[in-house]
């Protein structure tokens, strides 16, 4: 996705250049997800600037419609070509064929002639003793005359043999040419396809989004856990999700993501960088007593119903993989509701822990999840009224650092590398319609 290739390449830039980092960061904000409802234009020109993104990326979806049709056009035409050389009527195929018949002619012309040799060169052989001098000089002339006529006949197979190589080189040059124009074609097709579903997702994130939900801080979320996770282990943080509104919310999620930062010096590309630095995320509560991973399929964390002023208790487990090098990690979460009234809300508050990350240890014992730390508990529904325990969290309800997801306590190459998880937050979100909108 776009979104996401900006920000790894955002991310780069800031690892070796900070500077680009500050001048980027209202950029992280604009990645955020702000429904329509909520947007209000400055004016015309900010309209206008609105208008042009929507018309551009619908343009962007033609222009890659327009190119898969040629593609497949293009393939079509390449496979009609390739089939074309398999059949008679075709020149070159017609041309291999007479030649090969010619060839095959003066083959048997030869063997016929090397026949006629043997049978003059037997017959002198076979003239009686009392032959006379006219008898053997007819007999020697049929063998000149059949010498001669071998002659020629080896002479024309040979010619019809350099006809029927110079037939199959071309016939086999045009077979190997089609065949490279009919995968290229292909690939080119592919391409094209893959180029025209980013567009048409890119699309639809941009009109999803536009549906979203208003943002405010009804719900708000705090992150604590250890300063230093093993690579290969497990580490357990905790999560607090909290209804800071003056309602019940009807229906609450958290979204949790997790990443390896770069190390100094390293070069994040635009098209690798995240993914491969994710590290898996699990979660359990007091309702969700398993280790439930987070994934694309499955983004959220299932809070349910949340009375005012109340808060439900999360487990976040974090696996890093246990190749990865010892450096620095953070993780992010924030929170949404969806109200049955259809009225729903993206959390203003972003919460972001950064901690290190160690080697792997050497012969370290295999981690199970009976070693885990338990769940915490609750009240029933998920909800209790406690204050949030222990650690710190960078999660300030208002202000551009929230807005980023890079706050005071993450210095400037964390804070780039949490704007890409706060980029990834926003491409969850913008796979989610609010519950009305599927109704």
């Known amino acids: 996705m776009k979104i996401r290739r900006i920000l790894a390449t955002a991310v780069a830039a800031a690892v070796t250049t900070p500077a680009v980092f500050l001048s980027a960061a209202p950029a992280f904000a604009d990645t955020k997800p702000s429904p329509a409802s909520t947007q209000q234009p400055a004016s015309a020109e ?29 393939l079509d035409k390449a496979l009609t070509a390739s089939k074309a050389l398999g059949k008679p009527e075709h020149p070159l195929r017609a041309a291999f064929d007479g030649a090969a018949k010619a060839a095959e002619d003066a ?31 007819e007999a020697a002339a049929a063998v000149t005359t059949a010498e001669e006529a071998l002659a020629e006949a080896t002479r024309l197979k040979g010619e019809a043999d350099e006809e029927l190589a110079g037939a199959d080189t071309a016939l086999k040059q045009a077979e190997a040419a089609a065949a490279e124009d009919l995968d290229l074609a292909q690939k080119a097709k592919e391409a094209a396809a893959e180029k025209l579903d980013e567009a048409k997702e890119e699309l639809k994130l941009y009109e999803e989004i536009g549906e979203g939900c208003e943002e405010d801080d009804s719900v708000q979320v705090a992150l604590s856990g250890p300063k230093t996770v093993t690579a290969g282990e497990p580490a357990v943080f905790s999560l607090r999700v909290t209804n800071a509104s003056d309602r019940t919310l009807d229906l609450v999620n958290a979204y949790a993501d997790a990443v390896r930062l770069p190390l100094p ?13 994710r590290i898996a995320v699990e979660w359990s509560s007091a309702d969700v007593l398993e280790w439930t991973p987070l994934t694309e399929d499955l983004d959220s964390i299932e809070v349910g119903k949340l ?4 808060s439900y208790d999360v487990k976040l487990r974090l696996t890093v993989d246990a190749d990865a090098p010892a450096g620095r990690g953070v993780v992010f979460s924030y929170g949404d509701y969806q109200n049955d009234d259809e009225s729903c809300g993206i959390g203003s508050g972003y919460a972001d822990l950064d901690f290190g990350i160690l080697a792997a240890k050497g012969d370290k014992p295999k981690p199970t999840p009976s070693t885990s730390t338990p769940a915490p508990t609750t009240t029933t529904g998920g909800n209790t009224n406690t204050t949030q325990q222990g650690g710190t969290s ?25 704007a890409v998880v706060l980029g990834a937050g926003a491409l969850v979100l913008g796979r989610r319609r609010r519950a009305g909108a599927d109704a």
Do not use: F, I, M, W
């Open 46 to 74: 900010d309209d206008s600037d609105g208008d042009s993104s929507l018309k551009e990326l619908q343009a962007a979806v033609a222009l890659a419609q327009k190119e898969y049709d040629e593609a497949v056009v293009a």
């Open 394 to 418: 960078g999660t300030p309800v208002n202000g551009s650092l929230a807005a980023t997801g890079a706050n005071d306590a993450l210095p400037l190459g964390l804070a780039a590398a949490g």
């Open 307 to 310: 009375a005012k002023g109340t």
């Open 107 to 137: 083959a048997a012309a030869e063997t016929a002639a090397e026949q006629v040799l043997a049978a003059a060169e037997q017959a002198v052989k076979d003239l009686p003793e009392g032959a006379g001098e006219q008898e053997k000089a």
């Open 265 to 277: 010096g390293e070069y994040v590309d635009e098209e690798t960088g995240y993914e491969e630095r």
